[in-house]
């Protein structure tokens, strides 16, 4: 079945893992051509080294079938034969600093204060990148930490780290070029491998100025949804913003069921998501200001909300539906405000002629058992559905026309009226 995705929903989900705070970019060459006039690509800047150190690239038809690290290491041999009296090591060394010295393209001053602007509204939580030049610490001067691949993925609360896989410009021996600087990455417990798919497969990652073709970010990705597979309640998704000269009119997925959206500038697509996020921010912060209010409300337990709350069904379903979005502004106010409730209804219910206070109590409860996921539900939520459940059931008839004496015959017909529904929610949040 073919999934409709509009640029809208792109955007949204992004927005949710803002909103989260688990938002990571993943930054490719095709970035620093965007925001400079001499950045290289991968292939390109292998040949400018190839120029400078007067080395014979290989014909068009010897680069048939032939990857980025195998020319390297092809080149890194041509160059100890032809320099270094063999001495391959020392060779790679040369070319790894050529490689530094080439990779010094940095954007122009109106880039850095656009794209900074963005980036501040994007407020992405990691930065990753294969490229070895330090354009995004331009951009982010102050704000960032730089990482180089034997750097563990952390930073300072407020900074934004910026891992280089493959290697920083600024540090030579940190460039991963050559086929044998691949191999120790997929090592069983490679610390760049497995953090790499950690990261993945706890964020939502925007693929930007990349292609998703080496070998290593490729393995990484698979990791992250054929290895570590089990799911959780954030927001996790692969979104690659893919250049083309005529970009697609609608997102789609890949092969792979990455989410692809065509774009032909990166500038207008990161100016096009800061504008989104900045006012689905607004939007967002004004719920939470009508929240503030609900919880003030909730907070005071004044007699007239305690009142609606037990006998408005409509009014509790309100409150339910917007716990899952504002749990953890709300959900404490909530319990208090709900244990309040819950307790007057039952001391009335323990009244002489207080049985339709039963059917009161069940209800609560069975509207929060209905709406609610159990696997989310907070343990003293749980706890007091449990106990509320415990204390009520023993009045409860054996069938739904039970008029046993003793027992609450409205609270009975509601339980088994509604049960079917609970416990088919519990099977639908158990699948």
Not at 170 to 188: K, T
Not at 205 to 216: I, M, P, Q, S
Request: proline letters at 4%.
């Amino acid at each position: 079945m073919v999934e409709n995705i509009s640029k809208e929903d792109v955007f949204e989900k992004l927005f949710n893992a803002y909103n989260y705070g688990n938002l990571g970019l993943f930054i490719g060459a095709g970035f620093s051509k965007a925001l400079t006039d001499e950045a290289l690509g991968w292939f390109a800047l292998i040949k400018e080294v190839c120029n400078v150190t007067q080395l014979k690239m290989p014909e068009e038809e010897e680069l048939i079938g032939l990857s980025m690290p195998e020319l390297a290491t092809l080149l890194c041999k041509q160059l100890a034969e032809k320099n270094y009296k063999n001495d391959y090591s020392e060779a790679k060394n040369k070319f790894k600093e050529e490689i530094c010295l080439l990779a010094n393209w940095l954007p122009k001053e109106e880039k850095i204060v656009s794209c900074r602007k963005q980036f501040d509204q994007i407020e992405p939580s990691w930065l990753v990148t294969t490229n070895y030049d330090l354009v995004l610490e331009a951009i982010l001067t102050g704000k960032s930490k730089s990482l180089g691949p034997t750097d563990y993925l952390s930073a300072p609360r407020g900074i934004i780290p910026i891992y280089h896989l493959h290697g920083v410009r600024n540090d030579p021996e940190s460039i991963i070029i050559a086929q044998e600087d691949y191999v120790p990455l997929f090592r069983p417990t490679e610390y760049r491998q497995s953090k790499l798919a950690m990261t993945i497969r706890e964020s939502t990652t925007l693929v930007l100025g990349y292609g998703l073709g080496d070998v290593n970010v490729l393995s990484a990705v698979d990791w992250s949804k054929n290895v570590y597979t089990k799911g959780d309640g954030y927001p996790s998704e692969i979104i690659q913003a893919l250049w083309s000269k005529t970009p697609r009119e609608l997102p789609y997925r890949d092969e792979t069921g990455n989410l692809i959206i065509e774009i032909d500038s990166i500038d207008e697509f990161l100016e096009n998501l800061s504008s989104y996020i900045k006012n689905a921010r607004k939007l967002y912060d004004k719920k939470l200001e009508e929240l503030e209010a609900i919880v003030e409300d909730l907070n005071k337990k004044e007699e007239e909300k305690i009142q609606e709350f037990i006998s408005n069904q409509e009014f509790r379903l309100q409150l339910l539906k917007m716990l899952p979005q504002f749990e953890y502004h709300m959900i404490s106010p909530y319990i208090e405000f709900l244990l309040v409730c819950i307790n007057k209804v039952w001391i009335k219910a323990r009244e002489d002629n207080g049985f339709l206070s039963y059917d009161e109590y069940i209800n609560i409860l069975l509207d929060i058992l209905v709406q609610y996921d159990y696997h989310k539900m907070p343990p003293r939520l749980f706890q007091i559905m449990a106990e509320g459940l415990n204390r009520v059931l023993q009045y409860i008839g054996e069938y739904a026309g039970d008029k046993s004496k003793g027992k609450a015959h409205e609270a009975t017909k509601t339980w088994f009226k509604k049960k079917k529904r609970v416990f088919l929610m519990i099977q639908k949040f158990s699948l």
